[in-house]
């Protein structure tokens, strides 16, 4: 019987390790330009809020499947947010149980604020990259997504 030897990759030569690297290396890079910014917002705090913007009005459960947040963080991130007096809570008067956050206006200018900050460290990684490339490998990304799903 022959013996079938399967040979593992180095690590540098996965995909998804370089992907985990970008994603702690940008999260870092957010988190300096968000305290750069005096914005007293985590990465994730920033995210939770400028979706809850973009939905205004949207239950927990919407926000924490919309950003790929288990049910207990976006609660924990949510409440936050209510300290910060950045988004309110109101219970939905259809469904008792359930509660929609909406955005305040202070939550507003915050965004608005930071929007410019956001939009150039976004940008960082993709420097040097054409608008075809960006779109190529959106969509390679995606496809891999997929795969898992």
């Known amino acids: 019987m022959q013996e079938i030897k399967i040979q593992e990759q180095r690590l540098e030569q996965l995909p998804v390790f370089y992907m ?42 919407e926000i924490g499947s919309s950003t790929v947040k288990d049910a207990p963080t976006t609660t924990r991130i949510i409440d936050q947010l209510v300290g910060k007096n950045l988004v309110s809570k109101q219970l939905d ?14 939550g ?4 608005e604020r930071l929007m410019p900050v956001v939009q150039e460290y976004r940008q960082v990684p993709l420097r040097g990259f054409s608008s075809a490339e960006q779109k190529q490998l959106v969509a390679m990304l995606q496809r891999m997504l997929d795969n898992l799903k």
């Open 93 to 106: 008067p259809e469904d008792r149980r359930r509660y929609m956050v909406f955005v305040t206006e202070k």
């Open 20 to 61: 985990e690297q970008i994603v702690r290396q940008y999260r870092q890079l957010a988190t300096q330009s968000l305290r750069a910014h005096h914005a007293s917002l985590s990465v994730d705090q920033w995210v939770v809020l400028k979706q809850i913007s973009e939905n205004n009005g949207s239950s927990q459960v």
């Open 108 to 111: 507003r200018q915050l965004i």
